[in-house]
């Protein structure tokens, strides 16, 4: 295994071995403290431009499932159809892996993908770093190649336009009965996790997934589903646009006719643009599987699942709209909905996978107002 | 929000610690008055264990040293009038009798509300049947057997249920006919076969070789739930889980399998209504995501205390809240402080525990591990990765492991079945396969079914170690090999061994000490970690802390999540390490009181000690807890860390005081009593000659270095002797010998234990009177003692003998001579702390038999009789700080406190449970009372003992035991008791005008009444067995009747001493003359 250094931009440099594919690379390191779920996460396009620190130490145990697709075009076990994440860091990678499922090992397919692996990193402590100092953007060079030196910004590149599909997609319903009519959503893709499109379509529900700026006002659709996506939301400005178009034309119709939206994530951050909020970087960004939000105004907790940067700053919600979910570690905002019709959203990831899937009736709730 | 009507609560503890309910509940018991007591509720404490720490002033407002069961709890709440009552706090005991005190209306009768799970719940999780019924409302999967009643029904089962399945015969005792078919061919021959045996067979889905994951969750009032832990056992399902070797978090499931659990779990507890915290555990198949749920423990248990120290969610604290009727968001992450309760924690490292045996101690015990639970203590290693977690968990269990490699070599007759059929010894066992290259993982696997990712980490291990090996000397050892074989859990000791340093310097200590500063000239050190419940997600205070060699390989300094103030005002207490039988929660017990004066004079206490079930480990006991290794390299590790201004050595048991020397000679100060003095009286050589400098007896004894030499010295001093090595702690490998050829084949086991010391013969002296001196001494002065008396006669192990203080029975001369001899010994060895000495007293001729200069295992008992707290005063000693010199007249006291043992030889298949020399119980209680009587019912009613209805077998040894329970006999006749007798007894008993009635030994075929059968029958209600002499010999007459009457749950007392007592006391005092009083009302 050769030699690596991650050289993050205050010049703390840490010294690991590499795992994965031998290539340098720059990206923003952010960390996830969840304990498993790392073919998911790697996946996820909300990873898109980052290098990801796991702060569980031992990765790589139960090996990788094959990177199938079903016969609509999801993948069987993964997020997307690819790796998004620039490289991945961990403590202790286990060369051996154990998983009936598993097909390969996570540094074989780290090399298909051409991916870099570094292992042997304290991660706590580049955990306690990135934590004082905020998400900052690291390099990782090769200790034979020190001439080597890769440049990448994060800051101010739209990862949404990369990652977002770049024409419209249909998925059936699955699961649809006789007495069940399938309903139909619009989902606009800033960087989808399969994961949602599952837990739309096992509801019986036809998705339309269109590129993130693409303007799905004038299609035929029952409901409209903002999806998740990476980097920052500022970025998305003809999405904001799309969405506040949709929600012009429903405030002119009868209160029944209304048609709902549901966010998440990025989803919610976009709505809350729509509705005239603004949002704000968190100095610690939320990525785990242990999130507490309380339901505003209950005694209803969830844990969650969570990966963003950024948060809706509530205060410059607009009076029609009123904070839905907050978190109870830091305070912040996670999720928004609107007072009279029937528009939500939250900031953490119901559709889990990876993480905890105690927040999945928001999908039903979602269903049952289609 | 709390429940404000709620103003006083009854919590019930778990009695003695046994095989199965121990130290755990210690900790969660504190925990819950400590939740409580801060909300202004008045707690009172029914727990009989006087050496736990929740029996301790200060953390219940009123404590009773009670048997718990109905009828004394009923009493208590009569008095004391609680407004509600937590049954999940004490384990299976607490469980059953709260349960019992629903069903009988007692607590509808007085208005005590349940807090917490309501008792529908438990019963719902109790009782298999309701179990599987609600499970299948909620359609969760659950273990079922289908009753089939001929071979068509058994082939439709078994197909419906899937190969392979386990068939057994039903109302056939001891397995007859059943076994495993993996195909409908297998069934047929197997399932003819068993309605041979029975009329009707059970079908059952067999889950040999599933992984077994347990999850702990919460819920509170408001239905917000959440998991804080899930582990996974390395041992697949077969063995029980606090038998089998367990990681957390889980380590082979992916994330659709953790989360389809998770859910599972949450699912459950919402269905069974569970308020507070409840395990559930599955059995989970390797191959696809198929589950069963084994059981749902609706309370606070030991893997919730594993789940706590694994986590730092302090799980029974915010039971105990949610139970006050909190919602889990109204509550604070006690680690961080600032975050929410309702999360759950995400771990930053892997953590390993590991079982702890004592099956060496019994005679004739079945070693192979199974269902049911046999270890008595456990031990917890952090790490950040697994090999790292295990060989420190490996050199904790205190079975002269160093880890995983480098141990002696284990001697197994077949490998193949050694792994099949596990024992204590099983991973020893891979460790040797993979060594010695008899199988690779593959194989190893298929005959163990241990998942293949747990094994290539094991072989990963055995790799390193080969590598080291390969290097032939200490010169050619490399930085980078050494940084790998630390990071990956290597002692300096294994490093040294592996690369034959021991060898070449001859001596082990030595060897390591080189490889210790080569390492430190390469720069290769361990950094402390926080375990802060979130991965350094945010920023936390907290004090709980681990050593890992992970932590190198960036430009910022040393990686330490932490400060080192070196303001010399820090002091290092050493625990206890695992339990284990002789040492267990006494010293938790001292290790917290000591933590506790060392706080209260302004020092900074700090704790090493790795041990999941106790209260030290709770990281709100000290200013810093450091959860590691209590090695010599560890502890080397801390202390050059923290510049301590002292270490205190003396209050945890054996482990600490054997180190004492070796940190002596690193200069580390050593509080209190000097290490020259320990070893001087350690070693008994040299206690020895300043015993007869001093004018002192002991029993005669000689140091065994050929058997020419013992022959001499036994020709001499004649048989009884007693064989023991040097250096020991509860008489491992000590036994007495009466004959010659006994002698011989005992000699061969003992050398084995310890070459560093020698073995060491002594006169043994029948019926003399045992005497536990505890005592605290400041500059060879002693300032408080407690003089206990043992109910038996010498040759029971003061650990399991039964303790009265203060003594009834002593002559006045016996404490004068005892005092004073104490006193010379105590100048002699320039003690400043904890002490104990143990003497025998025949006549008024007193013998030493030995001296710790520690604290021993009835500190908590006398301290708490006396109310005078010794570790304290020996602390402030230690400490040169001021302290109130005690009163004379305190050690005139109106009452008894009477110490009884608890044995698990119910746990312990096959073993003889007869008491000797070598101690077998695994916890005690303690019982105060007006007079001895009072106080003995109380003990001994606490530790499983009943009060005969109707009948009494007696089988009472030779002559001298037969005569001392003469008496006895005459007041059970008296009192309307039938007795029956084996022939030498019965004989005896007519000679003596005793009216009984002749049973026959188990050899005497074709006569009648059998003894045994009685015993079935239940006709018996208590046993008295006692042994002719201190001989072992297994499966003999005696060996059967008192196996079976522990089999069948019928008290059986071994000691006529401890019988005559007892009887004595059930035959004078009815128990509703038993005085229900509270500790604080004995003045």
């Given at each position: 295994?050769?030699?690596?250094?991650?050289?993050?931009?205050?010049?703390?440099?840490?010294?690991?071995?590499?795992?994965?594919?031998?290539?340098?690379?720059?990206?923003?390191?952010?960390?996830?403290?969840?304990?498993?779920?790392?073919?998911?996460?790697?996946?996820?396009?909300?990873?898109?431009?980052?290098?990801?620190?796991?702060?569980?130490?031992?990765?790589?145990?139960?090996?990788?499932?094959?990177?199938?697709?079903?016969?609509?075009?999801?993948?069987?076990?993964?997020?997307?159809?690819?790796?998004?994440?620039?490289?991945?860091?961990?403590?202790?990678?286990?060369?051996?892996?154990?998983?009936?499922?598993?097909?390969?090992?996570?540094?074989?397919?780290?090399?298909?993908?051409?991916?870099?692996?570094?292992?042997?990193?304290?991660?706590?402590?580049?955990?306690?770093?990135?934590?004082?100092?905020?998400?900052?953007?690291?390099?990782?060079?090769?200790?034979?190649?020190?001439?080597?030196?890769?440049?990448?910004?994060?800051?101010?590149?739209?990862?949404?336009?990369?990652?977002?599909?770049?024409?419209?997609?249909?998925?059936?319903?699955?699961?649809?009965?006789?007495?069940?009519?399938?309903?139909?959503?619009?989902?606009?893709?800033?960087?989808?996790?399969?994961?949602?499109?599952?837990?739309?379509?096992?509801?019986?529900?036809?998705?339309?997934?269109?590129?993130?700026?693409?303007?799905?006002?004038?299609?035929?659709?029952?409901?409209?589903?903002?999806?998740?996506?990476?980097?920052?939301?500022?970025?998305?400005?003809?999405?904001?646009?799309?969405?506040?178009?949709?929600?012009?034309?429903?405030?002119?119709?009868?209160?029944?006719?209304?048609?709902?939206?549901?966010?998440?994530?990025?989803?919610?951050?976009?709505?809350?643009?729509?509705?005239?909020?603004?949002?704000?970087?968190?100095?610690?960004?939320?990525?785990?599987?242990?999130?507490?939000?309380?339901?505003?105004?209950?005694?209803?907790?969830?844990?969650?699942?969570?990966?963003?940067?950024?948060?809706?700053?509530?205060?410059?919600?607009?009076?029609?709209?009123?904070?839905?979910?907050?978190?109870?570690?830091?305070?912040?905002?996670?999720?928004?909905?609107?007072?009279?019709?029937?528009?939500?959203?939250?900031?953490?990831?119901?559709?889990?996978?990876?993480?905890?899937?105690?927040?999945?009736?928001?999908?039903?709730?979602?269903?049952?107002?289609? | 929000?709390?429940?404000?009507?709620?103003?006083?609560?009854?919590?019930?503890?778990?009695?003695?610690?046994?095989?199965?309910?121990?130290?755990?509940?210690?900790?969660?018991?504190?925990?819950?008055?400590?939740?409580?007591?801060?909300?202004?509720?008045?707690?009172?404490?029914?727990?009989?264990?006087?050496?736990?720490?929740?029996?301790?002033?200060?953390?219940?407002?009123?404590?009773?040293?009670?048997?718990?069961?109905?009828?004394?709890?009923?009493?208590?709440?009569?008095?004391?009038?609680?407004?509600?009552?937590?049954?999940?706090?004490?384990?299976?005991?607490?469980?059953?009798?709260?349960?019992?005190?629903?069903?009988?209306?007692?607590?509808?009768?007085?208005?005590?509300?349940?807090?917490?799970?309501?008792?529908?719940?438990?019963?719902?999780?109790?009782?298999?049947?309701?179990?599987?019924?609600?499970?299948?409302?909620?359609?969760?999967?659950?273990?079922?057997?289908?009753?089939?009643?001929?071979?068509?029904?058994?082939?439709?089962?078994?197909?419906?249920?899937?190969?392979?399945?386990?068939?057994?015969?039903?109302?056939?005792?001891?397995?007859?006919?059943?076994?495993?078919?993996?195909?409908?061919?297998?069934?047929?021959?197997?399932?003819?076969?068993?309605?041979?045996?029975?009329?009707?067979?059970?079908?059952?889905?067999?889950?040999?070789?599933?992984?077994?994951?347990?999850?702990?969750?919460?819920?509170?009032?408001?239905?917000?739930?959440?998991?804080?832990?899930?582990?996974?056992?390395?041992?697949?399902?077969?063995?029980?889980?606090?038998?089998?070797?367990?990681?957390?978090?889980?380590?082979?499931?992916?994330?659709?399998?953790?989360?389809?659990?998770?859910?599972?779990?949450?699912?459950?507890?919402?269905?069974?209504?569970?308020?507070?915290?409840?395990?559930?555990?599955?059995?989970?198949?390797?191959?696809?995501?198929?589950?069963?749920?084994?059981?749902?423990?609706?309370?606070?248990?030991?893997?919730?205390?594993?789940?706590?120290?694994?986590?730092?969610?302090?799980?029974?604290?915010?039971?105990?809240?949610?139970?006050?009727?909190?919602?889990?968001?109204?509550?604070?992450?006690?680690?961080?402080?600032?975050?929410?309760?309702?999360?759950?924690?995400?771990?930053?490292?892997?953590?390993?525990?590991?079982?702890?045996?004592?099956?060496?101690?019994?005679?004739?015990?079945?070693?192979?591990?199974?269902?049911?639970?046999?270890?008595?203590?456990?031990?917890?290693?952090?790490?950040?990765?697994?090999?790292?977690?295990?060989?420190?968990?490996?050199?904790?269990?205190?079975?002269?492991?160093?880890?995983?490699?480098?141990?002696?070599?284990?001697?197994?007759?077949?490998?193949?079945?050694?792994?099949?059929?596990?024992?204590?010894?099983?991973?020893?066992?891979?460790?040797?396969?993979?060594?010695?290259?008899?199988?690779?993982?593959?194989?190893?696997?298929?005959?163990?079914?241990?998942?293949?990712?747990?094994?290539?980490?094991?072989?990963?291990?055995?790799?390193?170690?080969?590598?080291?090996?390969?290097?032939?000397?200490?010169?050619?050892?490399?930085?980078?090999?050494?940084?790998?074989?630390?990071?990956?859990?290597?002692?300096?000791?294994?490093?040294?061994?592996?690369?034959?340093?021991?060898?070449e310097m001859g001596n082990m200590h030595k060897a390591l000490l080189t490889v210790r500063a080569l390492r430190k000239s390469y720069n290769i050190l361990p950094v402390v970690k926080q375990i802060d419940t979130l991965a350094a997600e945010y920023p936390a205070h907290t004090n709980y802390l681990y050593m890992t060699y992970s932590g190198t390989g960036s430009t910022a300094k040393p990686a330490h999540d932490i400060k080192f103030e070196k303001d010399n005002k820090t002091v290092i207490v050493l625990g206890s390490g695992a339990y284990r039988i002789g040492s267990s929660v006494e010293f938790d017990w001292c290790g917290v009181q000591a933590l506790n004066t060392i706080r209260k004079s302004g020092y900074r206490s700090v704790m090493i000690n790795y041990n999941p079930e106790t209260v030290s480990t709770d990281y709100d006991m000290c200013d810093r807890l450091y959860f590691d290794e209590l090695t010599f390299e560890r502890v080397m590790d801390i202390i050059e860390l923290e510049s301590p201004h002292g270490v205190v050595v003396s209050t945890g048991g054996q482990i600490p005081n054997n180190l004492a020397m070796k940190l002596d000679k690193e200069n580390v100060p050593i509080l209190g009593t000097s290490a020259k003095d320990i070893d001087n009286c350690e070693d008994r050589a040299q206690f020895s000659s300043m015993l007869s400098r001093i004018g002192v007896d002991q029993p005669e004894w000689s140091a065994l270095t050929s058997m020419d030499d013992i022959n001499d010295f036994i020709d001499r001093v004649g048989f009884p002797v007693l064989v023991r090595p040097s250096y020991v702690l509860s008489g491992a490998a000590?036994?007495?010998?009466?004959?010659?050829?006994?002698?011989?084949?005992?000699?061969?086991?003992?050398?084995?234990?310890?070459?560093?010391?020698?073995?060491?013969?002594?006169?043994?002296?029948?019926?003399?009177?045992?005497?536990?001196?505890?005592?605290?001494?400041?500059?060879?002065?002693?300032?408080?003692?407690?003089?206990?008396?043992?109910?038996?006669?010498?040759?029971?192990?003061?650990?399991?003998?039964?303790?009265?203080?203060?003594?009834?029975?002593?002559?006045?001369?016996?404490?004068?001579?005892?005092?004073?001899?104490?006193?010379?010994?105590?100048?002699?060895?320039?003690?400043?702390?904890?002490?104990?000495?143990?003497?025998?007293?025949?006549?008024?001729?007193?013998?030493?038999?030995?001296?710790?200069?520690?604290?021993?295992?009835?500190?908590?008992?006398?301290?708490?009789?006396?109310?005078?707290?010794f570790i304290d005063l020996a602390t402030k000693v230690m400490l040169n700080v001021p302290f109130d010199m005690p009163d004379k007249n305190l050690f005139d006291l109106d009452y008894v406190g009477i110490k009884s043992s608890q044995f698990s030889f119910n746990r312990l298949q096959g073993s003889d449970p007869v008491l000797g020399v070598d101690m077998a119980s695994t916890g005690e209680v303690g019982c105060i009372g007006d007079d001895t009587s009072c106080a003995l019912l109380k003990a001994m009613l606490s530790v499983g003992h009943r009060i005969p209805k109707k009948t009494v077998l007696l089988s009472t040894g030779a002559t001298k035991q037969k005569a001392e329970m003469l008496d006895a006999a005459h007041e059970l006749i008296k009192n309307g008791y039938v007795l029956y007798a084996t022939g030498g007894t019965h004989r005896f008993l007519c000679e003596n005008g005793v009216?009984?009635?002749?049973?026959?030994?188990?050899?005497?075929?074709?006569?009648?009444?059998?003894?045994?059968?009685?015993?079935?029958?239940?006709?018996?209600?208590?046993?008295?067995?006692?042994?002719?002499?201190?001989?072992?010999?297994?499966?003999?007459?005696?060996?059967?009747?008192?196996?079976?009457?522990?089999?069948?749950?019928?008290?059986?007392?071994?000691?006529?001493?401890?019988?005559?007592?007892?009887?004595?006391?059930?035959?004078?005092?009815?128990?509703?003359?038993?005085?229900?009083?509270?500790?604080?009302?004995?003045?």
């Amino acid at each position: 295994m050769e030699n690596v250094t991650l050289i993050l931009q205050d010049g703390t440099e840490f010294h690991g071995k590499s795992f994965g594919y031998d290539k340098t690379v720059a990206g923003e390191v952010v960390f996830n403290t969840a304990m498993m779920g790392y073919p998911e996460s790697l996946t996820d396009p909300s990873y898109a431009g980052q290098i990801v620190v796991l702060t569980f130490p031992l990765v790589g145990n139960y090996g990788v499932p094959a990177f199938s697709f079903e016969d609509n075009g999801i993948p069987t076990f993964m997020e997307s159809d690819k790796i998004h994440a620039v490289a991945l860091i961990v403590s202790d990678y286990s060369e051996s892996y154990s998983h009936w499922n598993a097909k390969e090992s996570l540094s074989d397919w780290l090399k298909r993908e051409k991916v870099p692996g570094i292992t042997g990193i304290d991660t706590r402590e580049l955990t306690k770093v990135l934590r004082e100092h905020g998400v900052m953007m690291g390099k990782i060079v090769f200790d034979n190649q020190p001439g080597n030196i890769p440049e990448a910004e994060y800051e101010g590149v739209n990862f949404v336009e990369e990652v977002s599909c770049k024409e419209i997609i249909r998925y059936a319903a699955a699961n649809v009965t006789e007495h069940n009519e399938a309903k139909t959503a619009v989902l606009v893709d800033c960087g989808v996790k399969a994961n949602i499109i599952r837990c739309l379509i096992n509801r019986g529900v036809n998705v339309i997934r269109v590129p993130w700026n693409y303007d799905f006002t004038d299609m035929e659709f029952d409901g409209l589903f903002l999806a998740n996506g990476p980097g920052d939301p500022d970025m998305c400005v003809e999405a904001v646009e799309n969405i506040r178009k949709f929600m012009e034309c429903e405030r002119e119709k009868s209160d029944s006719a209304v048609r709902p939206i549901m966010g998440i994530c990025m989803g919610n951050q976009l709505l809350a643009k729509a509705a005239g909020a603004t949002v704000y970087k968190l100095k610690y960004g939320h990525r785990s599987h242990n999130q507490p939000v309380r339901m505003v105004g209950t005694e209803t907790c969830f844990v969650t699942s969570q990966n963003h940067g950024y948060a809706v700053d509530s205060k410059t919600l607009g009076s029609d709209w009123e904070p839905f979910f907050v978190n109870m570690n830091d305070g912040s905002n996670e999720g928004i909905r609107h007072k009279k019709y029937p528009w939500f959203s939250a900031q953490f990831h119901p559709e889990a996978c990876s993480g905890p899937v105690d927040a999945e009736f928001l999908f039903d709730r979602f269903v049952e107002l289609l | 929000m709390v429940d404000k009507d709620i103003k006083k609560v009854l919590l019930l503890g778990s009695g003695a610690l046994k095989i199965g309910e121990a130290g755990e509940f210690d900790y969660s018991g504190s925990q819950a008055l400590k939740a409580l007591r801060e909300e202004g509720v008045k707690t009172v404490l029914i727990n009989p264990n006087i050496a736990t720490v929740q029996t301790s002033e200060g953390v219940a407002d009123q404590i009773y040293f009670l048997p718990v069961q109905p009828y004394f709890v009923e009493r208590v709440i009569e008095k004391e009038r609680p407004d509600g009552i937590l049954l999940a706090f004490g384990g299976q005991t607490a469980l059953n009798c709260g349960v019992e005190l629903y069903k009988n209306g007692v607590l509808e009768k007085y208005n005590v509300r349940v807090l917490g799970t309501p008792v529908q719940a438990i019963i719902d999780t109790e009782d298999r049947e309701l179990f599987v019924k609600k499970l299948d409302e909620i359609n969760v999967k659950t273990i079922k057997s289908q009753a089939c009643d001929n071979i068509e029904d058994a082939r439709k089962a078994a197909s419906e249920l899937g190969y392979p399945v386990i068939i057994r015969a039903a109302y056939a005792l001891g397995g007859l006919g059943s076994g495993f078919c993996d195909n409908e061919e297998e069934l047929n021959t197997l399932a003819e076969k068993a309605f041979s045996f029975s009329p009707q067979v059970l079908v059952e889905k067999s889950l040999k070789g599933w992984k077994e994951i347990e999850y702990e969750v919460v819920r509170d009032r408001y239905n917000n739930c959440i998991t804080v832990c899930n582990m996974e056992n390395f041992d697949p399902l077969g063995i029980h889980t606090g038998e089998s070797i367990v990681i957390a978090p889980s380590q082979t499931l992916t994330n659709s399998e953790y989360h389809k659990l998770r859910a599972l779990a949450i699912k459950i507890i919402r269905h069974i209504g569970i308020v507070g915290e409840c395990n559930v555990q599955y059995a989970f198949d390797p191959q696809s995501e198929d589950y069963r749920v084994i059981e749902v423990n609706a309370r606070l248990s030991r893997s919730s205390a594993l789940a706590s120290k694994a986590t730092g969610y302090p799980l029974a604290f915010v039971a105990a809240k949610l139970g006050m009727g909190y919602g889990l968001f109204e509550l604070k992450n006690s680690v961080t402080k600032t975050t929410s309760a309702f999360f759950e924690p995400a771990l930053d490292y892997v953590v390993c525990k590991i079982p702890r045996w004592d099956l060496s101690k019994f005679r004739g015990v079945n070693k192979e591990l199974g269902s049911s639970m046999k270890s008595v203590g456990e031990v917890m290693a952090i790490g950040r990765n697994f090999e790292e977690a295990i060989q420190k968990g490996l050199r904790m269990i205190g079975q002269s492991m160093h880890g995983f490699v480098e141990n002696k070599e284990l001697e197994v007759a077949d490998v193949e079945t050694a792994l099949k059929e596990p024992t204590d010894k099983r991973i020893f066992v891979i460790a040797k396969a993979m060594q010695r290259k008899i199988y690779n993982v593959e194989q190893i696997h298929e005959i163990t079914k241990i998942d293949r990712w747990f094994l290539e980490k094991l072989q990963h291990i055995v790799d390193i170690d080969t590598q080291l090996r390969n290097c032939t000397s200490v010169n050619v050892l490399d930085k980078e090999l050494v940084l790998t074989a630390k990071v990956y859990g290597f002692t300096d000791f294994q490093i040294a061994r592996a690369v034959g340093l021991e060898k070449e310097m001859g001596n082990m200590h030595k060897a390591l000490l080189t490889v210790r500063a080569l390492r430190k000239s390469y720069n290769i050190l361990p950094v402390v970690k926080q375990i802060d419940t979130l991965a350094a997600e945010y920023p936390a205070h907290t004090n709980y802390l681990y050593m890992t060699y992970s932590g190198t390989g960036s430009t910022a300094k040393p990686a330490h999540d932490i400060k080192f103030e070196k303001d010399n005002k820090t002091v290092i207490v050493l625990g206890s390490g695992a339990y284990r039988i002789g040492s267990s929660v006494e010293f938790d017990w001292c290790g917290v009181q000591a933590l506790n004066t060392i706080r209260k004079s302004g020092y900074r206490s700090v704790m090493i000690n790795y041990n999941p079930e106790t209260v030290s480990t709770d990281y709100d006991m000290c200013d810093r807890l450091y959860f590691d290794e209590l090695t010599f390299e560890r502890v080397m590790d801390i202390i050059e860390l923290e510049s301590p201004h002292g270490v205190v050595v003396s209050t945890g048991g054996q482990i600490p005081n054997n180190l004492a020397m070796k940190l002596d000679k690193e200069n580390v100060p050593i509080l209190g009593t000097s290490a020259k003095d320990i070893d001087n009286c350690e070693d008994r050589a040299q206690f020895s000659s300043m015993l007869s400098r001093i004018g002192v007896d002991q029993p005669e004894w000689s140091a065994l270095t050929s058997m020419d030499d013992i022959n001499d010295f036994i020709d001499r001093v004649g048989f009884p002797v007693l064989v023991r090595p040097s250096y020991v702690l509860s008489g491992a490998a000590m036994n007495v010998c009466s004959n010659r050829e006994e002698l011989e084949r005992f000699l061969q086991l003992a050398a084995n234990v310890s070459a560093e010391h020698p073995v060491v013969v002594s006169k043994f002296i029948e019926h003399a009177k045992e005497i536990d001196f505890d005592g605290v001494a400041k500059d060879g002065e002693i300032i408080a003692y407690a003089i206990s008396e043992h109910v038996e006669f010498a040759g029971v192990h003061s650990g399991d003998a039964t303790l009265q203080f203060p003594p009834q029975k002593l002559y006045v001369e016996t404490m004068r001579r005892i005092k004073r001899i104490t006193k010379q010994i105590a100048r002699e060895l320039h003690i400043s702390g904890p002490f104990n000495c143990q003497y025998m007293a025949k006549d008024n001729d007193i013998l030493v038999i030995e001296t710790n200069l520690r604290a021993s295992r009835s500190f908590p008992f006398v301290s708490k009789v006396l109310k005078l707290n010794f570790i304290d005063l020996a602390t402030k000693v230690m400490l040169n700080v001021p302290f109130d010199m005690p009163d004379k007249n305190l050690f005139d006291l109106d009452y008894v406190g009477i110490k009884s043992s608890q044995f698990s030889f119910n746990r312990l298949q096959g073993s003889d449970p007869v008491l000797g020399v070598d101690m077998a119980s695994t916890g005690e209680v303690g019982c105060i009372g007006d007079d001895t009587s009072c106080a003995l019912l109380k003990a001994m009613l606490s530790v499983g003992h009943r009060i005969p209805k109707k009948t009494v077998l007696l089988s009472t040894g030779a002559t001298k035991q037969k005569a001392e329970m003469l008496d006895a006999a005459h007041e059970l006749i008296k009192n309307g008791y039938v007795l029956y007798a084996t022939g030498g007894t019965h004989r005896f008993l007519c000679e003596n005008g005793v009216e009984n009635v002749e049973v026959f030994w188990p050899s005497d075929e074709g006569k009648y009444p059998q003894a045994l059968e009685m015993l079935h029958e239940k006709k018996i209600d208590m046993v008295v067995n006692i042994p002719k002499n201190h001989t072992a010999r297994e499966l003999d007459n005696g060996y059967k009747i008192r196996r079976a009457a522990i089999d069948l749950n019928i008290p059986l007392i071994t000691n006529s001493r401890l019988a005559s007592a007892f009887i004595h006391a059930f035959c004078t005092m009815p128990i509703e003359n038993i005085a229900i009083k509270s500790w604080s009302e004995y003045k």
